[in-house]
């Protein structure tokens, strides 16, 4: 969803570099300079390509003044951005063109869940209404697509994909899109390097908040609701380690955790205190023995 806002910056979701490890982490691509795009034929011959790239991505521009309906009138006029509807009834076409000066430090991207925090279907009118008051007052906003096609983590995101500075979901390859450290807009594909240590040393790559098969390993944050959904398998309840980072989840970060419970039954519940690696019943049998601790 695309919007503006913001009295309190929360820009991490956006404005945070890429991770050189998460000891999990994701590769850090290269970030190509940004280019200027124009409404022209072109533009709207490869608009399907265009959007065929977008990873999911809610964007929310955030302004520290109020929107008004005036403002809106002026096109944002003196505000850092312009709005434009070029339409072609030959087509027919009707683009509707948000320009953004992303110098200015009064305007931010932001995204959203379906369900204010969690995974969730909603339209993106539904989303503009539950911004909590701290995001600031949206300008615009835009459904940047994609999700999964799980009917049990309805509405989660195909990709990579932060929400107000936490990690919800994993690079799974296809083009992201994110703003740098220094606001710069950067596109192109991530792929997930995300791995569990294990105290012997051996690691073992893992998928978070996605549906988790025989073979798999999952974290699962309360991202995904009150518990994991999964069945059977094993499901280590971990909590904060000593000396050690914590939830929220963040990029750039290396997490110890310590196992608090073993279950097998499936369908953990979950909190904002801890996580759940929930692995798969045939990745199981084959891992090394399950001491107290990560």
Known sequence: MMMVNAPKRDSRAVRTPLP??????FENPSCEPARRFRVSPELRRSARQFWALSAWLWLCLLAVSIATATAAEKNGSGRGFDYVNDKDPSVPWSIHVLKIDHSRQDLELCTT????????MALVSEQVKALPPDAGVPIAAVNG?????SETYQGRPRDLQIYRGELVSNPSGHTCFWLDATGTPCMTNLASRFRVIWPDGTATPFGLNEERGAEDTVVYTDAVGASTRTRGGLELILERGTNSVWLPLRVG???SARVRELRHEGDTPLSREVLVLSIGPDLASRLPPILTSL
């Open 113 to 120: 869940l379906g369900r204010t925090n969690t995974f969730a």
């Open 20 to 25: 050189a490890s998460f000891k999990a982490g």
């Open 145 to 149: 697509d994609f999700y999964g096609n």
């Open 253 to 255: 970060q290396t997490y």
